[in-house]
């Protein structure tokens, strides 16, 4: 970063994030806006561990939409901002490969510090 940038505030990255994510770009956010030491939770109950860095948190990404057949549907809310976390609640419709039709509801935490993602974890 040049000195005449400045670092996004807690809102602007939550605000960015969406509107990738809103235009298909869910991929690339991760790529312009997670930290090198960005950590990734599922919930207990889920099989995929954590993924500590950014490759490990790309890398997880990038499975999860390997996995998705066909997309029918989905969105994403306007973020909830508290310090420096903001929350959304995302919802997919989609046919995963050798599951069949999903409906996925989940609520998503990340941590800003920086201008960038230091934490995600999910809630579903």
């Not at 994030?17 to 770009?25: A, D, I, T």
């Not at 889920?46 to 997880?60: D, M, Q, S, T, Y």
Request: hydrophobic letters at 35%; proline letters at 4%; glycine letters at 8%.
């Amino acid at each position: 970063m040049t000195t005449n940038q400045k670092t996004m505030t807690t809102q602007e990255v939550a605000n960015r994030l969406v509107e990738l994510c809103r235009n298909g770009k869910v991929l690339e956010a991760q790529e312009e806006l997670f930290a090198d030491d960005v950590t990734s939770h599922e919930p207990a109950h889920a099989p995929a561990p954590p993924a500590i860095g950014r490759e490990a948190a790309l890398a997880k990404g990038k499975h999860f939409a390997s996995m998705i057949e066909e997309r029918h549907g989905g969105s994403f809310s306007d973020p909830i901002v508290g310090g420096n976390y903001f929350s959304i609640v995302c919802k997919l419709d989609a046919t995963m490969k050798g599951q069949g039709r999903m409906q996925l509801d989940e609520i998503c935490v990340f941590g800003v510090r920086d201008g960038k993602v230091i934490s995600e974890q999910f809630f579903y």
